[in-house]
């Protein structure tokens, strides 16, 4: 479960580059929940995800997950509950480490790291078979120093490592955004596969309509820091990209931004 | 120029570079591990003898006395992990500020004298420059191999840990540690600490090998350091993947160093215009990784 109440945020207050990035927002997502977010540039979809996962304190409100009230937490204690990935695929992975070292380092996310070794024997064969369930051919490159990869192997990688540790709550921030249509589509039918294998409560932020409509049991959409359309059950699944950009209209008094967002 | 002076020179250019490898692999561990360019070195290169010297000088057992140097140093670590995590200056400057606060609180050491003698014939010592041309256990080229080989054991066995994973997972990409609930922070200042530890071994080893420890005697050894690291990656860089053998090509590097500087100073350079010359060699080998990537990338576009 996760309850968000009365988020705000506002970067450079009090100068000329004034931002009020998160306007009151909130939120409950109960557990198995897959939403997906939709909204313009400078909405406040990505920021949110950084509020929930604690990359800078916020100003006002608290995040409470499964019944912890995590608000005053710094990011990597946060890590406990949540799985990440991000839009580039370079954030996600450490470069300079191989395939096995990086899942190693997930599968410790939240727990105390001693002198044990970095990884056991055991694990190495639980790896083997988990990457190969990706069809990447990453099985055979266990040893493979993670910057040798393309951009879509290292973004199926960090969903594993993501959910590896099963989150309570997974983020995933435009994560195929950076990919080619091919790979992103891939990437995003495994992430819908470990989701639902799994039962993970999940935030999806996506620029893709026809996503946002496709995938999860709810949609929201956000303007101007604010949540300003919330779509679920059968009405979320009757939707179509028309109802949406009328629906986003209607909400916002204003014209969506065909530009900004891509409507097939 | 006679070339035999130059042969005869050889056994303790090597000693001195094996020694100054131990320090290299300190600043490999902060430079390349952890990609902090930590300063703090050129302090600790001499904090080390000073609490070796000082401490044999007054009756402690040797390897009390190196112990107590290697924690000496690891608290100067800490020092520039605290100001770099806790009072949030950059790394670099918090470097700068351990080592100038380093140059007093080595002075106090050393009982506010520039130097202090340690004399072999007196003390039982672990390395000598006296011993350099001897075929027998003593001789400190063969001693610093073992203590390199120990050194480079005890550093392959802890960065392959989870602990030493986490490590080098924040020097790799620090938001994916945190994302992974690594403590960078913590990270950093372990780093730092270690990286330290083992500058402050070199450091005892040197004032030992020298026979005396000398305030001054860092100054300028964080070049030394890199030129060390720098030499291993141009030269070694294809052929020494793995961490262990990454260590050996830098501790090498260093002994190259010095057997070039030794050739140098042979040709008939001025002793004074040493770290020039070490600066310049070092600004250049930098530029080369920079040079080179800028090259490829115009050959791309062409």
Redesign the interface.
């Known amino acids: 479960m996760l309850e968000l109440t009365n988020i705000r945020k506002t970067f450079n207050a009090n100068t000329i580059n004034e931002k009020i990035a998160l306007n009151g927002v909130s939120l409950h997502l109960e557990d198995g929940d897959f939403v997906t977010m939709i909204g313009g540039n400078g909405a406040g979809k990505s920021t949110l995800l950084n509020a929930i996962?604690g990359v800078w304190p916020i100003d006002e409100g608290s995040v409470v997950i499964d019944g912890e009230d995590v608000t005053k937490l710094?990011?990597?204690?946060r890590?406990?509950f949540?799985g990440?990935v991000?839009q580039d695929p370079?954030?996600?992975?450490?470069?300079?480490?191989q395939i096995i070292?990086?899942l190693?380092?997930?599968k410790?996310?939240?727990?105390f790291?001693?002198?044990?070794?970095?990884?056991t024997k055991a694990e190495k064969e639980e790896y083997r078979e988990l990457l190969a369930t990706l069809g990447l051919g990453l099985e055979n490159r266990l040893t493979a120093k993670v910057g040798l990869l393309s951009g879509g192997q290292r973004q199926a990688l960090t969903l594993l490592?993501a959910t590896l540790k099963k989150p309570k709550l997974l983020l995933l921030d435009e994560h195929t955004a950076a990919l080619d249509p091919r790979t992103a589509h891939k990437v995003l039918t495994l992430s819908d596969q470990i989701i639902r294998e799994n039962n993970l409560m999940t935030m999806m932020v996506t620029h893709n309509m026809k996503d946002a409509i496709a995938y999860g049991n709810r949609l929201i959409m956000m303007h101007e820091g604010k949540i300003i359309l919330d779509i679920k059950g059968e009405e979320k699944k009757n939707l179509t990209v028309r109802d949406l950009m009328d629906q986003f209209a209607k909400a916002s008094g204003d014209e969506l931004n065909s530009d900004k967002i891509l409507l097939s | 120029m006679n070339i035999a002076s130059l042969i005869s020179a050889l056994p303790g250019a090597t000693a001195q570079g094996l020694i100054w490898g131990i320090m290299a692999i300190g600043v490999y561990i902060t430079y390349k591990v952890l990609d902090i360019a930590d300063l703090t070195v050129d302090g600790t290169m001499a904090t080390g003898g000073a609490v070796c010297v000082m401490m044999m000088i007054n009756g402690a057992n040797l390897w009390v006395a190196l112990i107590c140097a290697v924690i000496a140093g690891a608290i100067a670590g800490l020092v520039t992990g605290l100001f770099h995590t806790a009072m949030g200056i950059p790394a670099i400057l918090a470097g700068i500020l351990t080592q100038l606060s380093l140059y007093s609180i080595n002075l106090a050491i050393m009982g506010f004298k520039a130097n202090q003698g340690i004399n072999v014939t007196k003390y039982h010592l672990l390395v000598s420059a006296r011993n350099v041309k001897h075929i027998a256990a003593n001789n400190p080229i063969f001693v610093m191999v073992i203590v390199t080989a120990l050194l480079i054991g005890f550093l392959y066995w802890?960065f392959?840990?989870?602990?030493?994973?986490?490590l080098?997972?924040t020097?790799?990409?620090e938001?994916?540690?945190?994302?992974?609930?690594?403590?960078?922070n913590v990270g950093k200042i372990i780093g730092l600490m270690i990286s330290n530890g083992i500058v402050a071994l070199a450091s005892a080893l040197y004032a030992q090998y020298q026979g005396a420890v000398d305030v001054n005697m860092g100054r300028g050894g964080i070049v030394i350091g890199l030129a060390a690291v720098i030499i291993s990656a141009v030269l070694f860089g294809k052929i020494f993947q793995n961490f262990a053998l990454q260590l050996v090509g830098v501790s090498l590097g260093a002994v190259i160093y010095y057997i070039v500087i030794q050739f140098v100073l042979w040709l008939g350079l001025n002793t004074n215009l040493l770290k020039l010359l070490q600066a310049l060699v070092v600004a250049v080998f930098l530029a080369i990784p920079y040079w080179k990537a800028k090259m490829t990338k115009g050959a791309k576009h062409a």
Request: overall charge positive; hydrophobic content about 45%; aromatic content about 6%.
């Open positions: 996962a710094s990011e990597h204690k890590a406990n949540l990440r991000f370079m954030f996600g992975t450490a470069a300079t480490m070292e990086n190693a380092i997930a410790r996310r939240g727990e790291r001693g002198l044990k070794a970095s990884v490592m | 802890f392959g840990t989870e602990l030493g994973a986490a080098r997972a020097g790799s990409n938001k994916m540690a945190r994302a992974q609930g690594i403590n960078v």
